[in-house]
C-alpha cells in the first residue's frame, strides 16, 4: 500500500484529490471521485489486484467503509488522507455513485470442482450466506463477494485474521474460526461466480 | 405496479424502474403491467381482534390470535379429507429470498411480505394481486440472519409494517399507499426490523434485532393512528447484574466463574449500554390483565461475556409489562450471562396450564433454543415445569474455548424464532426443532461501532449429522407425546387446527399435514423451495384454506423461492 501511495503521490492524485474536495459542495460528485479511478480502474477493474472492484458494490458497505477511514476504524494510508475531508453526504452520495455503477467482469475462471466443494462445505459450516446471500451478492452495508479479485478477497481475509483490518471483528471471528485452507478455497470460489 | 415504480414511470419514463428495486436477490416479475387495484375490506375492529382465536374465517394475527396459539378453529379440512388437499393458486412475489411471512387475511383479501420488507394485497381466492408495497430502503441496512420479514397487521383501515431500515410504516389497507412513516432507531448502530407488529388497543407494538451488535434493545408502543411514541421499554435495564445465578432453568451448572466476574464489574461498571437484548418475535396479549409477555434475545457480544460482568438482565428471559404504560410486571431469565446464543426467540403462548399442585392456572409457554418448552405461570412469570428436551444435549454447558468446544444443541436451537401451535383440547404444544453439532469459539475484541459483534463464532461440524423434528409436548407434564424425525432441521414455524390436523413445512421443500394426536402423516406436497415460513387458515366463499409461503430460508440455507400457496380442497 505504501508503494501505491508513493505512486499516487508522484502523480499528484492525492494532492490533486485534496484540492478537489475542499470545495466539497460546489462540484460534482463525478468530479469529486476522478480520484477514485486511479487505483479502483478508469473502467472499475482495479490494475492493482489487491484493491477492490467498487463498481456495483452496495451502497451501504462503501458509505461504512469511508465512514470508517475517516474515523480511523479502517487503517489505510492512501484512503484515510483522501477521506478526511468528506462530510456523510458526501460519502453517501459517493457510495450511491459507484454503486449504480455495473459490476466489471474481471474474467476469473470458475473454481475447479474440488475447489468449489472445499469452500462451499466450509460456508455451511460459517454460514458465510447469513449475510452475504444465497449468490454473494451482499445487501445494504453487507459487500458483494461474487466476483471480487482473488487477490483482494484472500488478502482481506488474512487481514480479518491478523486483525490488520480492524473494523469487522465479527468477520475476524469467522476467519480465525476455518482453515488457511479452506479460505484460500473460498477466495478462488467466491472470484469465480 | 407498484408505487415507486408508478411515480419513475410518471416523472421520468419507465427507465428508472429498476432503481427502486436495489437488491440482488429480487426476481423481476412484471406486476408493473398490471394496474393496482383496491383490497375491498370493512375496517378491522378491536372486537374482531379480541375475539380472533373464535373467527373461523378470517387470520387476523400473525400468531392467530392475541394469545399466539396458533390453533385454527376451522374444521371443514380434517383428518378424512385432508389427502384430497390441492393447490387452489400460486402467487409469486417479485422477491426470490428468504420468507418468513404469516399471512393475514381479512374479508378474503391477504396481506404478505417478503424479504426487504415489501408487502403485497392479494385475493384470498384467486391469487390475483391487488396492490404491492415496494420498500423504498435506505442506503444504510444491518441486519442478522436475512433480509426477512415476518408479516402485517391490520386494524382499522391500516396495515402495519416494520422495515429492516428499522421503520414503521401504516400503509392505507385499500390501496397500500404510506399514512404515516416512523424512524424506530438508527441502522446504523446496529437496529433492524424483522418481526410483524402486533397491534392492540390503538397502540403497535415492536420490538427490535440488534443483539449481534452491541445495541440496547426495547420494546415499542406507537400510537396506531399517528404513529407516535407512546411508551418504551429498555429490556436491558440500567442494573443488569442480577442474582449471580449460577445454574439455568433447568437446575445445570453454567460453570460462570462469579469471582472474575465480580472483579470485572468492579473495573468496567455495567455494561447495559451494549448489552444487546433485541426482541424478535411478537408478544402476546393477555387482555383480561392487560399485561403483555415477550422474550428477550442473547446479549452482546454472543459468546465472549469478558465485557459484560453480571446476569446480563433482561437477555434469555420471558417479561412481562403492562400494556397501558410498558411499566415492568414480572420476568423469568432462563440463562444468566449466556455465552452459547442459546437464547429466547419463539413467541410465547398464553394457555391455561396446570400447576405444580395440579390446579388450572393462567399460564405462559415458551420453546427454547435449548430444546425445552418451558411452562410458567402468568401471574409472576415463575417457572412450573420444563418439558423434556426435543433435541440431542451433549456437553451443556461447556465454555466456548479459543479452538472451539462441541456442544449440542447448536446455536440456533432447538427451537429458533420458530412460532409454536398449540391444542388446548388436547394439551399438546407443536415445535418444531433444529439437530446442528456445533463447535462454540470464543475471541475478545471491542465493541465495533454497530457491526457484526459475536465474540467469537459458532461453526457447524463439518461430518457430523444435521436433521430436525417436529415434536409434541403436553405442557402439564413436560412429556413428549409424539416426534417426527425430519431430514434436515426445521425453522418457520407450525398451524394447528380444529381439523386434528398440525401442518408445517421443511427446507427441501416438504409441506405436510400431521394428524395432531399422533404425529401420522396424511399429506404431504413439494413446493420446490424451502417451505420456512408459519402457516395459516382461512375460509372465503364457504371454503376453508391453507396458505404458506415457499421461499427457503437464508439463515440455515435453504433453497430460495418466491411463492406463496393456497391450498383447499373440492
Not at chain 2, 432503481?19 to 426476481?27: I, K, L, T
Request: charged share 20%; proline share 6%.
Amino acid at each position: 500500500m505504501v508503494r501505491n501511495l508513493i505512486s499516487m503521490i508522484s502523480r499528484g492524485i492525492i494532492f490533486g484529490a485534496l484540492l478537489s474536495v475542499a470545495p466539497a459542495l460546489a462540484q460534482s460528485i463525478a468530479e469529486k471521485v476522478e480520484v477514485c479511478a486511479g487505483c479502483h480502474g478508469q473502467d472499475g477493474k482495479p490494475k492493482d489486484k489487491t484493491i477492490p472492484v467498487i463498481w456495483g458494490q452496495q451502497a451501504g458497505y462503501i458509505y461504512i467503509q469511508l465512514r470508517d477511514y475517516k474515523r480511523g476504524d479502517r487503517k489505510n494510508e492512501t484512503m484515510q488522507p483522501i477521506v478526511s475531508s468528506f462530510e456523510k453526504d458526501d460519502m453517501r452520495a459517493i457510495a450511491e455513485y459507484f454503486a449504480k455503477k455495473p459490476w466489471p467482469n474481471l474474467g476469473q475462471p470458475r473454481s475447479p470442482k474440488h475447489v468449489a466443494q472445499r469452500a462451499l462445505s466450509a460456508e455451511h459450516s460459517v454460514g458465510c450466506t447469513g449475510c452475504h446471500l444465497e449468490q454473494f451478492q451482499g445487501d445494504g452495508t453487507t459487500p458483494r463477494l461474487a466476483g471480487q479479485s482473488q487477490e483482494y478477497l484472500a488478502k482481506t481475509i488474512a487481514d480479518f485474521r491478523t486483525r490488520a483490518r480492524g473494523n469487522n471483528p465479527g468477520m475476524t471471528d469467522l476467519m480465525r474460526a476455518t482453515s488457511p485452507d479452506d479460505l484460500a478455497a473460498l477466495a478462488e470460489y467466491l472470484a469465480g461466480l | 405496479m407498484d408505487r415507486y415504480s408508478i411515480a419513475c414511470a410518471t416523472l421520468f419514463g419507465l427507465g428508472c424502474t429498476l432503481a427502486a428495486s436495489s437488491h440482488a436477490q429480487e426476481v423481476v416479475n412484471p406486476d408493473q403491467w398490471s394496474p393496482p387495484r383496491e383490497a375491498k375490506i370493512s375496517p378491522v375492529t378491536q372486537d374482531q381482534l379480541n375475539t380472533a382465536d373464535k373467527n373461523t374465517t378470517n387470520f387476523l394475527l400473525t400468531n392467530g390470535n392475541y394469545a399466539q396459539t396458533r390453533f385454527y378453529p376451522a374444521k371443514q379440512i380434517n383428518r378424512d379429507n385432508v389427502k384430497n388437499l390441492h393447490v387452489a393458486w400460486i402467487f409469486q412475489t417479485q422477491v426470490k429470498e428468504s420468507l418468513e411471512t404469516s399471512p393475514i387475511v381479512v374479508d378474503g383479501v391477504m396481506y404478505v411480505t417478503t424479504s426487504f420488507s415489501h408487502v403485497y394485497a392479494i385475493d384470498a381466492k384467486t391469487g390475483e394481486q391487488l396492490w404491492h408495497y415496494s420498500h423504498k430502503m435506505g442506503p444504510v441496512t444491518t441486519y442478522c440472519c436475512g433480509p426477512n420479514n415476518r408479516g402485517v397487521q391490520v386494524l382499522g383501515d391500516k396495515v402495519y409494517l416494520a422495515t429492516l431500515d428499522a421503520k414503521l410504516l401504516a400503509l392505507n389497507a385499500k390501496t397500500g399507499d404510506v399514512v404515516w412513516n416512523t424512524d424506530i432507531a438508527d441502522p446504523e448502530l446496529g437496529y433492524s426490523e424483522t418481526m410483524a407488529p402486533t397491534v392492540v388497543k390503538d397502540k403497535v407494538l415492536i420490538g427490535t434485532n440488534g443483539g449481534e451488535y452491541g445495541i440496547r434493545g426495547f420494546v415499542r408502543a406507537y400510537d396506531a393512528k399517528t404513529g407516535k411514541l407512546v411508551w418504551n421499554f429498555d429490556t436491558i435495564p440500567e442494573n443488569t447484574v442480577g442474582v449471580w445465578a449460577t445454574k439455568d432453568a433447568t437446575g445445570r451448572d453454567m460453570h460462570r466463574d462469579i469471582q472474575a466476574e465480580k472483579d470485572q464489574l468492579a473495573k468496567i461498571g455495567d455494561p447495559y449500554k451494549r448489552l444487546g437484548g433485541g426482541v424478535w418475535q411478537n408478544p402476546a396479549v393477555d387482555l383480561a390483565t392487560n399485561r403483555i409477555y415477550f422474550v428477550v434475545g442473547n446479549p452482546s457480544p454472543d459468546l465472549d461475556g469478558a465485557p459484560r460482568p453480571g446476569d446480563n438482565l433482561y437477555t434469555d428471559s420471558l417479561v412481562s409489562l403492562d400494556l397501558d404504560t410498558g411499566k415492568f410486571v414480572c420476568h423469568f431469565q432462563y440463562i444468566a450471562h449466556d455465552v452459547w446464543d442459546l437464547d429466547a426467540a419463539s413467541p410465547p403462548v398464553l394457555v391455561d396450564v396446570k400447576d405444580k399442585s395440579g390446579k388450572t392456572i393462567p399460564g405462559v409457554i415458551h420453546a427454547g433454543k435449548t430444546g425445552h418448552i418451558y411452562v410458567h405461570d402468568r401471574k409472576d412469570c415463575s417457572l412450573i415445569r420444563f418439558s423434556e428436551a426435543m433435541v440431542p444435549q451433549e456437553n451443556m454447558w461447556t465454555l466456548p474455548t479459543k479452538e472451539g468446544a462441541r456442544m449440542l444443541p447448536g446455536a440456533n436451537g432447538g427451537v429458533e424464532w420458530s412460532p409454536i401451535a398449540t391444542d388446548p383440547g388436547q394439551d399438546l404444544a407443536y415445535a418444531i426443532n433444529l439437530h446442528q453439532p456445533m463447535h462454540y469459539r470464543v475471541e475478545n475484541s471491542p465493541y465495533p461501532n454497530g457491526k457484526l459483534w459475536l465474540g467469537g463464532a459458532f461453526t457447524a461440524i463439518p461430518g457430523e449429522k444435521q436433521s430436525g423434528n417436529i415434536t409434541a409436548v403436553n405442557y402439564n407434564t413436560g412429556k413428549i407425546k409424539w416426534q417426527v424425525k425430519t431430514p434436515e432441521p426445521m425453522i418457520g414455524g407450525i398451524l394447528a387446527t380444529a381439523g386434528g390436523l398440525v401442518f408445517a413445512g421443511e427446507g427441501n421443500g416438504k409441506f405436510a399435514a400431521y394428524n395432531s394426536s399422533t404425529g401420522k402423516e396424511l399429506w404431504s406436497f413439494r413446493a420446490g423451495a424451502g417451505v420456512n415460513a408459519p402457516p395459516s387458515s382461512y375460509m372465503v366463499g364457504g371454503k376453508q384454506y391453507i396458505v404458506v409461503g415457499a421461499g427457503g430460508n437464508t439463515q440455515v440455507n435453504f433453497r430460495r423461492g418466491n411463492n406463496i400457496i393456497a391450498f383447499t380442497l373440492d
